[in-house]
């Protein structure tokens, strides 16, 4: 009973925050009416326009809803009228803002270029029955505006491109209704092609920038076919150029955003703050003028910051990431702004929370935003990203890659004097890395298990390439996961490498299992040293060692970025050994080691089962709210 109390329970919430959830589609109260409705708004004052349809109002015709633009002050006012769920005959509204606020927006993006909306707010008339509507003018742009980039094929309008799907026949004549309309503005429309329709509204200046095409782009194959589809391709060396434009109220935290970026693996190629003369240019030149708060709390700012960034080894983006954004071709990107705001934000109470930093979705968007920005510059960073590009090239035949992130080298598998090996190939200004891995070989003394770098560069080194037979070593492991722990003269090798170094008064930070391999003659090899550093003591302890322990606040050196926030122990060590941290700082007999394994194995096998048990079971809630929302909107149509 109390089971199903509960259940009843989160259903409830779940309908309370279904009905509360700030959407476009809301309902005009039968009991207020359409003339009701809009005595109302003028009556409070409300700044909005009916976008179209409005020579009927207070008639709607049946199936036809009412569209408004509403400034961004008034949207609450105007919500606090209309209702989220309808019961039947009620008549939809779907209710924009001109600054695109959260649940006002056109998928993701102002319903139109906010400066723009704002004119056509400014030029409103207030009808024979009462409503405010747009000027004959703007009503004329605001619908070719709503075929092209809102209806693209759909409208039914005919086009130099053909479509790769039939479309439903429109719910408009959008000729005759274009047509009638340039009549009342005594304007004279081009023969009716939507490319001409374009040149009509350049020639206005309202076709919306490229980075605003490319987001309408996903859901429209008109724009697809008239922007994207022959889009010019970028040199290779030039395609890991990015910008990241840093909000006003980012500026406090501008320094370390920049740490932030070279962490991740960017070369810093230009930066300079924006004028307060051009922040206002740019917030509208750049998606499409939405700098609102947007899903956060607070509003980051106006544009005030901008840093040019290139990457010479960009990660390809996986399917969900393309899904979701449209013309990103570096996840590195996507990945280093999601971690900026994670990171600043975590330093915010969550009320106090803004959007941080944007960044262009790919290089050719980062040309257009640094023609706006810096165009000055452009040549400079050109010549400055071929040097580094021709800087980063492997000198050996490549075989196969091997990277992951590549946050500072690529690592690959090359052909090497008619056999293969490892080329660890650095990126410009981080040498320092490289040395490091030099000077983890010459310190190295008796420490035969230390892999040999059989050549280095200026920018890269060659280690022998070893097929790993540790796995088949590992049997010890949770039941329900592919993850086993290494065996014990595993961990003591590695004990005793940390040591080893500590006793020079150096810090194998980031140093654990994962960088262990077995050869085929069962000897282990230890390698990637990026960031062996030293420290205030000798010691032959491991006690406090770095390596799987909490740097401390007072160490100055080169972290890996995870260190920043995580313990090295339960990221690194814990899951790929199985024993507690007491069992590193000590010599523990086998015995112990393989005991405490098969505890571990067992509760973490158990933790696992719980979760997904657990998991299951949300999938299962989720699945009844998702059929429990289908039917309640099937049952208002």
Same mark, same amino acid.
């Given at each position: ?14 309908? &309370? ?135 693209? +094929? ?91 434009? &840093? ?130 510059? &452009? ?95 590992? +049997? ?133 089962? +719980? ?20 039917? &309640? ?5």
């Amino acid at each position: 009973m109390k089971n199903i109390a509960h259940k009843i329970y989160i259903l409830l919430k779940y309908l &309370i925050h279904y009905r509360n959830r700030k959407k476009v589609r809301m309902y005009l109260p039968r009991e207020l009416g359409v003339a009701g409705f809009f005595h109302k708004l003028n009556t409070l004052n409300v700044d909005y326009i009916v976008l179209r349809w409005f020579d009927d109002l207070p008639n709607v015709k049946p199936n036809e809803d009412i569209d408004m633009l509403v400034d961004d002050g008034d949207l609450e006012k105007t919500r606090a009228l209309l209702k989220g769920l309808s019961l039947t005959g009620e008549i939809p509204c779907d209710i924009y803002s001109c600054g695109g606020l959260p649940g006002s927006d056109f998928r993701g993006l102002p319903y139109f270029p906010v400066k723009k909306a704002n004119e056509v707010l400014r030029g409103s008339l207030i009808n024979q029955n009462g409503v405010k509507v747009p000027s004959d003018f703007y009503h004329l742009l605001t619908m070719i505006y709503h075929i092209l980039y809102h209806k693209g +094929f759909n409208s039914g309008i005919a086009s130099l491109y053909k479509a790769d799907t039939s479309y439903p026949a429109p719910d408009h004549d959008y000729e005759e209704v274009l047509t009638n309309i340039a009549q009342k503005a005594n304007l004279c429309l081009p023969e009716m092609t939507l490319e001409n329709l374009e040149s009509f509204l350049s020639e206005q200046g309202w076709v919306p920038e490229a980075d605003t095409l490319k987001k309408l782009s996903k859901r429209n194959n008109w724009i697809k076919k008239h922007y994207f589809d022959s889009e010019q391709e970028l040199d290779p060396h030039l395609k890991g150029f990015g910008v990241f434009i &840093i909000r006003e109220k980012g500026l406090q935290h501008l320094e370390q955003i920049k740490k932030i970026v070279w962490e991740q693996g960017f070369t810093l190629v230009f930066e300079k703050p924006i004028n307060a003369s051009k922040m206002s240019d740019a917030a509208e030149s750049i998606r499409g003028g939405n700098w609102n708060k947007g899903p956060w709390p607070k509003s980051g700012g106006l544009p005030a910051y901008v840093l040019a960034v290139n990457d010479c080894s960009i990660i390809d983006p996986a399917p969900h990431i393309k899904q979701n954004h449209p013309g990103i071709t570096n996840a590195r990107v996507y990945l280093t702004k999601n971690k900026i705001r994670h990171i600043v934000n975590k330093q915010h109470r969550k009320a106090n929370q803004f959007n941080v930093v944007h960044s262009a979705d790919n290089a050719v968007e980062s040309f257009l935003y640094a023609e706006l920005l810096f165009p000055e510059e &452009i040549g400079r960073i050109k010549t400055l990203i071929q040097k580094e590009f021709d800087g980063f090239k492997t000198p050996y035949p490549v075989v196969k890659s091997l990277s992951n992130h590549a946050r500072r080298a690529k690592i690959e598998l090359v052909r090497y004097n008619n056999s293969y090996a490892i080329c660890k190939t650095f990126k410009p200004g981080r040498e320092r890395f490289l040395r490091r891995e030099i000077l983890a070989r010459e310190l190295s003394g008796s420490l035969s298990h230390i892999m040999d770098i059989i050549e280095e560069g200026p920018n890269y080194i060659i280690t022998k390439y070893y097929e790993n037979k540790l796995p088949e070593k590992c +049997f010890v492991g949770p039941f329900f996961s592919n993850t086993r722990f290494i065996p014990p003269f595993v961990l003591k090798t590695l004990r005793s490498t940390i040591r080893h170094y500590r006793q020079y008064g150096y810090e194998c930070i980031d140093l654990s299992p994962k960088n262990v391999i077995l050869d085929s003659e069962g000897s282990i090899k230890v390698y990637d040293f990026e960031f062996l550093q030293k420290w205030n003591k000798k010691t032959s302890s491991l006690k406090g060692s770095f390596a799987f322990t909490p740097v401390p606040s007072d160490f100055k050196g080169d972290l890996p970025s995870h260190k920043n926030h995580y313990d090295p122990f339960f990221k690194n060590w814990f899951k790929l050994t199985g024993v507690p941290r007491l069992f590193l700082r000590y010599n523990v007999p086998s015995g112990l080691i393989i005991t405490s394994q098969l505890l571990s194995a067992t509760l973490l096998s158990l933790l696992f089962l +719980f979760g997904h048990t657990r998991s299951c079971v949300k999938k299962t809630i989720q699945g009844l709210k998702t059929r429990l929302r289908l039917f &309640i909107t099937s049952s208002n149509v």
